[in-house]
């Protein structure tokens, strides 16, 4: 699944063990993900910041950080995990499985660090970097892409003349506590993309990076 081998597979149930999941079984807390997850976003952090450092040696403080926060936020996370579907393996909670948590993307986006704090238990640092860099640096472009695809959508609608793009809510569900919204991005009247998330700013933000792959890579290529 994930393109390493465990050395203490433990670890790797303890990182897959969500809390809703540790507490209908009466587990300790200690014994679900959330731990691995604090251990898994620092070493996140400090191998893409390595990353970027290198490969960019011309940026500024600035643009590193603005770059950083794109890769490691939740939204992004998420996307990283649909190569290896991790959600089909996290323990969860009825409740939870029930309402829609294997494609939550703070679940998916936390356990995803959780894995990455076991791995670097497992297997040091270098095992980590390795995960890391395959399944989250490997694609700069397209996480860069990913993340400014609202921005990036809008200079190609105005750059091509394409007509007025809009956004439209087509689903509104789950409690006022945990919402879940369904958008549509439009252009000229036509529905070219859609995304899901628990604010609408993120369902806007995936609906415009599908847009942006369904116009095609050109696109892509011009602005990265």
Wanted: aromatic fraction near 10%; proline fraction near 1%; charge should be negative.
């Amino acid at each position: 699944m994930i393109g390493y081998q465990f050395q203490r597979e433990g670890l790797l149930r303890q990182a897959l063990t969500h809390s809703s999941y540790a507490n209908e079984h009466h587990m300790k807390r200690v014994y679900n993900n959330e731990r691995l997850e604090f251990l898994g976003d620092a070493v996140l952090e400090l191998v893409t910041s390595e990353h970027l450092y290198r490969t960019y040696p011309d940026w500024l403080e600035g643009e590193l950080t603005k770059v950083r926060a794109s890769i490691v936020c939740e939204q992004t996370l998420a996307f990283c995990t649909q190569e290896l579907h991790l959600g089909d393996y996290i323990f969860l909670g009825k409740g939870e499985d029930h309402t829609g948590g294997r494609k939550r993307k703070s679940i998916l986006s936390d356990t995803f660090e959780a894995v990455i704090g076991a791995i670097y238990l497992d297997g040091g640092f270098a095992g980590a970097k390795a995960f890391i860099h395959r399944f989250v640096l490997n694609d700069l472009g397209n996480m860069q892409l990913f993340y400014d695809s609202k921005t990036i959508l809008q200079e190609i609608v105005q750059g091509e003349n394409m007509g007025e793009l809009c956004y439209r809510l087509v689903e509104e569900s789950g409690p006022d506590h945990n919402k879940s919204y369904v958008i549509e991005a439009c252009i000229g009247g036509e529905v070219l993309g859609c995304g899901e998330g628990h604010t609408k700013k993120a369902a806007e933000q995936e609906a415009a990076y599908r847009t942006i792959l369904r116009l095609g890579g050109k696109y892509v290529s011009e602005k990265h």
